[in-house]
C-alpha cells in the first residue's frame, strides 16, 4: 500500500516559509519545528525576544505524525514518576503535565487554530482484566492528585466505543483529540505573527559556541544567536559538533479507513472520545473530523514484513467493530517515537544559554507545548528551578539499537498472531 499521511493530505493551515539565505543575528535561535519548538518560539517572541527557528518543514517530525491524542501527564502512572524522580521532582512533573491540555487547548481557542479540535476526552481502555486494575490504580494515583476522572465498567465504556472488547475505562473528560499537524502549523502561524522568523528547507548542519554566542550553519547561511534550542527530538539530522541525542527509536504506524457511511457513524464512537488500550504492544483508535476511522499500533512500515502491521490493523478493525466489513483504508503513514529508558522527557544543558528538549516517550502533544514554553522562558529568565525537570549535563541511552530492533521485533510478531 503506498504510504500517505492523513494529517498532511487533510491540512486546513495552509502556511508555508521560505528558506533562509543570508547570514543574521537574533536572540534566540530554534532548530526544529514541531510542538517543542513552535511553542518555544511562540512564548520567546511574546515575551519580547527576536526569535528565529528553522527546519526542513514545520511539523515534518512526530508533531506532524502522531495520533492527536491530547492527554494530561505522562504514559506512566503518577506514583512511578514520583518513585523515579524522587517525591519532589516527581510531584513537580505530575503537576505541570496535568495541566498541559488545558495549555493546548487554549492555545487552539487563543489563536483560531484550525486543527478540528474535539475536547470529549479521551479513554483509556482495558483490554483485559490486568489491564482493569492498571486503570482502577490509575484512576486511583491520579484523582488523588486532583484529576477529574471517571472509571466506566464494561458496559458504560461499551456504550461510549461502540465496541464490547474492553473490560472498562478511564475517561478523562478534560483530555481530548486534534489533528496534530494543524496544530503545530497553527502554533507557527501564532508564533509569526508575533515577528518569530521562520525558515523552511534550512537544515543545520554544524553549531559552535564562540564568545558567548552561538553561530548555527545551514547550507545557505549562519544564524548568531545569544540563545540555543534543540527542538529536533527524534527526527534529529546530524549536526556537526552536537552530540546526538540518545534516546531509543520506536516506530508507530496508523491506518485511516474511508470516511465511515452515515448509518455506522452513530454506533461507533458517537462523541468522538480518543482512544488508547492497555495491552503491552500498545493500539490506539479514534475518528478523524470526516469520519474515517484510524487505527494505530507499534510498527514501522518502512520494512518488508510491514504488511503484518496494516494487515493486524484491518483485524483489528474488525475485531472491535464487527459490523464494519471490508471498509477500505484510505492512508497508512507512521513515525518515529523518542523513548527514554525511564520513559521521562529530558532537558540537556549545551552550554551557556542553550538546552536541547527531547524524549517524551509518545506523550508529547501537552508535554512538548509544555517544555517548550517552559525552556524558553528558563532562558530568558536564567531560573532553572522554573523547569518541570531538572537539566542534565550529560544524557546516554544503552543498548538503544537493540531495544529499538527488540520492541520492533515484538510488535511484529504480536501483529502477526
Ligand atoms: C506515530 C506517533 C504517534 C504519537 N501519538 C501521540 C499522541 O497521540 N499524543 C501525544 O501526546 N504524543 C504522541 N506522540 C509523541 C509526539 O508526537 C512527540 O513527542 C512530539 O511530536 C515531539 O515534538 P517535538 O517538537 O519535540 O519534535 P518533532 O515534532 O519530531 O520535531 C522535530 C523537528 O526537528 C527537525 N529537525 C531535525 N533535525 C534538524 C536539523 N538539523 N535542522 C533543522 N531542523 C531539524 C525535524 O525536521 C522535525 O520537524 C506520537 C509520536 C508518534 C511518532
Given at each position: 500500500m503506498h504510504q500517505k499521511n492523513l494529517w498532511q493530505e487533510t491540512s486546513k493551515e495552509k502556511i508555508t516559509f521560505s528558506n533562509l539565505k543570508k547570514s543574521i543575528t537574533t536572540d534566540l535561535v530554534i532548530i526544529g519545528g514541531g510542538f517543542t519548538g513552535c511553542s518555544a518560539a511562540l512564548s520567546a517572541a511574546k515575551n519580547g525576544l527576536s526569535v528565529t527557528l528553522i527546519d526542513?518543514?514545520?511539523?515534518?517530525?512526530g508533531s506532524g505524525r502522531n495520533v492527536g491524542l491530547v492527554n494530561?501527564?505522562?504514559?506512566?502512572p503518577p506514583e512511578k514518576v514520583e518513585s523515579i524522580l524522587g517525591l519532589d521532582a516527581g510531584v513537580k512533573l505530575n503537576k505541570a503535565l496535568v495541566t498541559a491540555p488545558d495549555l493546548v487547548f487554549s492555545l487552539i481557542d487563543d489563536y483560531e487554530?484550525?486543527?478540528?479540535?474535539?475536547?470529549s476526552g479521551t479513554l483509556h481502555c482495558a483490554h483485559s482484566e490486568k489491564g482493569l486494575e492498571d486503570i482502577k490504580l490509575r484512576f486511583k494515583q491520579l484523582s488523588e492528585r486532583g484529576a477529574e476522572l471517571e472509571l466506566l465498567d464494561k458496559q458504560q465504556t461499551q456504550q461510549r466505543?461502540?465496541?464490547?472488547?474492553?473490560f472498562g475505562s478511564l475517561f478523562n473528560k478534560k483530555a481530548g483529540i486534534i489533528n496534530p499537524l494543524d496544530y503545530c502549523l497553527g502554533l507557527a502561524r501564532a508564533a509569526k505573527s508575533y515577528g518569530v522568523n521562520i525558515y523552511e528547507s534550512t537544515i543545520a548542519t554544524d553549531i559552535q559556541s564562540i564568545n558567548n554566542d552561538w553561530l548555527v550553519k545551514t547550507a545557505e547561511s549562519t544564524i548568531k544567536a545569544k540563545m540555543l534550542l534543540i527542538?529536533?527530538?527524534?527526527y534529529q539530522k546530524p549536526i556537526e559538533g552536537l552530540n546526538p541525542s540518545k534516546y531509543t527509536s520506536v516506530q508507530y504506524f496508523q491506518v485511516a479507513t474511508k470516511a465511515l457511511p452515515l448509518d455506522l457513524v452513530k454506533s461507533v464512537l458517537p462523541n468522538g472520545e480518543g482512544c488508547w488500550d492497555t495491552a503491552s504492544v500498545m493500539s490506539s483508535f479514534r475518528l478523524d473530523a470526516d469520519n474515517r476511522l484510524i487505527i494505530g499500533g507499534i510498527?514501522?512500515?518502512?520494512?518488508?514484513?510491514s504488511k503484518i502491521h496494516t494487515n493486524w490493523a484491518r483485524r483489528k478493525i474488525e475485531s472491535l467493530f464487527?459490523?464494519?466489513?471490508n471498509i477500505d483504508i484510505e492512508f497508512s503513514w507512521h513515525g518515529r517515537i523518542a523513548m527514554t529508558g525511564d520513559h521521562i522527557p529530558k532537558i540537556l544543558r549545551l552550554g551557556s544559554n542553550a538546552y536541547s528538549v527531547f524524549g517524551?516517550?509518545?506523550?508529547?502533544i501537552g508535554p512538548g507545548t509544555y517544555f517548550g514554553k517552559a525552556v524558553s522562558e528558563c532562558l530568558i529568565?536564567?531560573?532553572?528551578?522554573?523547569?518541570p525537570v531538572d537539566p542534565l549535563d550529560y544524557y546516554q541511552e544503552p543498548f538503544s539499537k537493540i531495544k529499538a530492533g527488540f520492541i520492533e521485533f515484538g510488535a511484529t510478531a504480536s501483529h502477526l498472531l
Open positions: 526542513q518543514k514545520i511539523g515534518y517530525g494530561a501527564g505522562l504514559w506512566m487554530i484550525n486543527c478540528s479540535a474535539n475536547r466505543i461502540g465496541s464490547s472488547k474492553f527542538a529536533t527530538n527524534a510498527g514501522n512500515l518502512g520494512h518488508s514484513a464487527p459490523h464494519i466489513k517524551y516517550s509518545g506523550r508529547g529568565s536564567g531560573d532553572e528551578t522554573s523547569l
